[in-house]
């Protein structure tokens, strides 16, 4: 059985840095794609980056420049490094596994949401 846990997230000023982490449990992780998606209030759910098994990135144009998708297959975790943040990018950030990296679909398993909220 799959389970994805994120942590990290939490209130930050604008302009400042904070890193994600999705740490899973289950024997798929490191045969998986991971991807991080985030949803703000009353927006459908976004695809901000993902992480092929081979360490292939893809980031959302909207972040891009400003947040870097990295995974440790050691220690089961995909991190989420976001810079240079901005009031638009607070959101719930969501860790997804077994999505498709081209095209970009999720997959079957999701966490339980990290708040991110960038004060102005």
């Known amino acids: 059985q799959v389970q994805l846990v994120e942590s990290g997230g939490c209130l930050v000023q604008a302009g400042g840095s904070l890193t994600l982490s999705c740490v899973a449990s289950g024997s798929s992780f490191s045969i998986s794609t991971v991807g991080w998606y985030r949803q703000a209030p009353g927006k459908q759910r976004e695809l901000v980056a993902t992480?092929?098994?081979?360490?292939?990135?893809n980031v959302a144009d909207f972040v891009k420049g400003r947040f870097t998708i990295s995974r440790d297959n050691a220690k089961r975790t995909v991190y989420l490094k976001m810079n240079s943040l901005k009031p638009e990018d607070t959101a719930v950030y969501y860790c997804n596994l077994g999505g498709t990296y081209s095209p970009p679909r999720p997959g079957a398993y999701w966490g339980q949401g990290t708040q991110v909220t960038v004060s102005s």
């Open positions: 992480i092929t098994i081979i360490g292939t990135t």
